[in-house]
């Protein structure tokens, strides 16, 4: 019989790759992935610990499996796994705060899994302890050789440029558990898009912390640094201009969506790229934190409010069609009313097509940590009030210019599709009727729209 393996994935996509990488392996040592984590030999969960919400969630699933293996003789001698970026993070902390987990695996052990799972499975907690294999920093980035077996739908798949991150944003942990940037190689990326695409994969997701510096931490070795606000030259190396230019000329019938981009690494020749590229989705998921200069100062953002208004003009009006999705952070360290303010009356006039706002969450290890003018709790739930009333506002007259459009869509599962402005679990859905063939392209036309949502004909 062989070993099952139960797994729950958290986090980011970036984390569903290593999970998928980690089954890829499992299945490559006879090894088989069940469903029913109840008859798992060993359970991996792959953790997250962004923000406090995610590191809550990750060792309340942690301890939720400890509990039901206690209670259940059935699974009295299952192991407990925990990999990903909780184990990552917190790596010397953890196995005294979590004895009852049997192994924990760090993010640069994820190609190690089945003898780590082996390992496990042959030791005694009671007698041994847990077995602890994370090693200090990240270095691993994966290649298109590299075993993986895909959760995704058989139509959508994301794939990981780079690796890490050389921002120093005062609000984020990622660099310190993700490690520096890596990008791999363009051929790598595009023979791994190939097979996707080989697979039926419709839709392709480029993600890594920052797509945009794609190719950037080699051109370094070139003498070529890159400057970060003046855009960049990519004939001497390779940037995500040229690899969207690659990927956009490979045969089929596929959208590639860029994921991750940070402002301060967009250029003219990164929108005349998309512009010219059919391929490429028009959208763009660009984080930009917040508008005020005061506020992207304390944040160490590498950009203003004047470069990043100058940036979403120069895109509105180089990529036609387009639709913006950002991020903002409410109630930073030291965000004053006037900050605030700003940035209320910024999203009331450049109404994104996506927007979604997050309040500011104290990470220890971060230099915001040591901040001492923390906003007031009730003041941050007033202002993330305001904020969010505002882009539901937006969202609704986004939906209503939508009326009567033709889209092409793919369709996601029964009555569910997605069109070029909708990028998988972040964005609203398109109601369609329930006889178009999941996983397949559909016309439809908007008829109405209900919240962040829109409802669509059939035109097939
Ligand atoms: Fe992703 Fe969470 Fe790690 S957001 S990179 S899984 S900390």
């Known amino acids: 019989m062989p070993t099952q ?59 939720e499996a400890v509990n039901a293996r206690q209670e259940d003789p059935a699974r009295e001698k299952q192991k407990i796994i925990v990999a990903g970026c909780l184990s990552q993070r917190f790596q010397k902390d953890l196995p005294g705060l979590l ?95 190939k097979g996707l695409i080989a697979q039926g994969v419709k839709e392709i997701n480029l993600i890594s912390q920052d797509t945009t510096y794609f190719g950037m931490d080699k051109w370094q070795g070139l003498g070529n640094r890159p400057n970060p606000t003046s855009g960049v030259n990519s004939e001497k190396g390779e940037s995500l201009a040229s690899l969207l230019r690659e990927l956009n000329a490979l045969e089929g019938d596929f959208w590639i969506r860029l994921l991750y981009t940070h402002p301060a690494h967009w250029s003219d020749e990164l929108i005349e790229t998309i512009a010219e590229c059919p391929k490429v989705a028009r959208y763009v998921d660009i984080p930009l934190q917040h508008i005020s200069d005061h506020m992207l100062k304390e944040m160490n953002r590498k950009t203003d409010g004047k470069y990043i208004r100058d940036l979403l003009q120069r895109m509105r009006d180089g990529i036609p069609d387009l639709s913006i999705r950002t991020t903002f952070i409410t109630s930073f360290p030291g965000e004053t009313q006037e900050d605030h303010d700003e940035l209320l009356e910024f999203i009331k006039e450049f109404k994104f097509e996506r927007c979604g706002i997050f309040q500011y969450s104290k990470e220890e290890g971060t230099r915001a940590y040591k901040k001492e003018d923390h906003v007031h709790h009730a003041t941050k739930k007033k202002r993330h009030r305001e904020l969010s009333s505002v882009i539901d506002k937006v969202a609704i007259e986004v939906n209503e210019s939508q009326l009567g459009k033709k889209l092409r869509v793919l369709v996601e599962e029964e009555g569910i599709a997605r069109s070029m402005w909708d990028a998988p679990d972040i964005d609203g859905r398109i109601f369609v009727p329930i006889d178009l063939p999941v996983g397949e392209w559909a016309d439809v036309m908007v008829t109405d729209h209900r919240g962040y949502d829109l409802i669509a004909k059939s035109l097939d």
């Open 5 to 63: 393996i139960g797994l729950i994935s958290l986090g980011c996509a970036k984390n569903l790759i290593d999970s998928e990488i980690m089954l890829g392996h499992l299945q490559d040592e006879g090894m088989t992935l069940i469903p029913d984590a109840e008859l798992a030999d060993a359970l991996i969960i792959n953790t997250c610990s962004f923000i406090d919400v995610a590191k809550d969630e990750s060792v309340g699933t942690i301890i």
């Open 99 to 193: 004895p009852e987990v049997d192994a924990f695996i760090g993010l640069d052990q994820i190609t190690d899994v089945a003898s780590i799972v082996r390992e496990t499975l042959g030791r005694n907690l009671e007698g041994d302890g847990s077995l602890d294999t994370v090693t200090a920093k990240s270095r691993y980035i994966p290649d298109y050789t590299t075993p993986r077996f895909r959760l995704t739908p058989q139509h959508m798949a994301y794939l990981k440029i780079a690796e890490g991150c050389n921002h120093t944003c005062s609000f984020c942990i990622i660099p310190k558990i993700r490690g520096q940037h890596r990008s791999r190689t363009q051929e790598s990326i595009v023979r791994e898009a």
